[in-house]
T-cell receptor, first 111, second 113 residues
Framework: SQQGEEDPQALSIQEGENATMNCSYKTSINNLQWYRQNSGRGLVHLIL?????REKHSGRLRVTLDTSKKSSSLLITASRAADTASYFCATPRSGYSTLTFGKGTMLLVSP | DTAVSQTPKYLVTQMGNDKSIKCEQN?????MYWYKQDSKKFLKIMFS???????INETVPNRFSPKSPDKAHLNLHINSLELGDSAVYFCASSQRQGEYEQFFGPGTRLTVL
């Protein structure tokens, strides 16, 4: 069953602007992951944040996790055209046998 | 070196045919997966194998049969293809079963005519 749900479904910004995507999930988790999918490619892991972490950074990416609200956000600062992609959050499936992916946010960064 | 590879990249075939997609990972991972991504980009787990053993078998028609000859390979055979099977199929692997980072192949775009 679907666990995470991203918002917005699509986001269009100019190069240099920041992009924020949100993910809400339903059940308690140990960690939450964000993935990027460029058009015509497989998903690529971006960052993993554990349930005891509130914020994590990786380059221009900043992820927050609020377990009380069951939500996470991904912030991409100073976006570039190359950031154009779909972004998915993933949470452990019940039983922790694998991950469940949300429907993704499609980000378009225009030069 | 490609970590997770799939062949073919594109597959166009007629309804009723049988086809296979191959997947190989050179990461030394224990667990491999098959996902189906529909036209709305929704990624749905189909199967998961851990050390060649079937762990997850979602409600997938039994026309789909995965085979794992060793833990580096997970192939997907589809019998009697239907129009609704058209999608992008992704293979992925992770170090172990569970909530670990997954590494994805480039995908196989299957079009059934």
């Amino acid at each position: 069953s679907q666990q995470g749900e991203e918002d917005p479904q699509a986001l269009s910004i100019q190069e240099g602007e920041n992009a924020t995507m949100n993910c809400s999930y339903k059940t308690s988790i140990n960690n939450l992951q964000w993935y990027r999918q460029n058009s015509g490619r497989g998903l690529v892991h971006l960052i993993l944040i554990r349930s005891n972490e509130r914020e994590k950074h990786s380059g221009r990416l900043r992820v927050t996790l609020d377990t009380s609200k069951k939500s996470s956000s991904l912030l991409i600062t100073a976006s570039r055209a190359a950031d154009t992609a779909s972004y998915f959050c993933a949470t452990p499936r019940s039983g922790y046998s694998t991950l469940t992916f949300g429907k993704g946010t499609m980000l378009l960064v225009s030069p | 070196d490609t970590a997770v590879s799939q062949t073919p990249k594109y597959l166009v075939t007629q309804m009723g045919n049988d086809k296979s997609i191959k997947c190989e990972q050179n990461l030394g991972h224990d667990t491999m997966y098959w996902y189906k991504q529909d036209s709305k980009k929704f990624l749905k787990i189909m199967f998961s194998y851990n050390n060649k053993e079937l762990i997850i078998n979602e409600t997938v028609p039994n026309r789909f049969s995965p085979k794992s000859p060793d833990k580096a390979h997970l192939n997907l055979h589809i019998n009697s293809l239907e129009l609704g099977d058209s999608a992008v199929y992704f293979c992925a692997s992770s170090q172990r079963q569970g909530e670990y980072e997954q590494f994805f192949g480039p995908g196989t775009r299957l079009t059934v005519l």
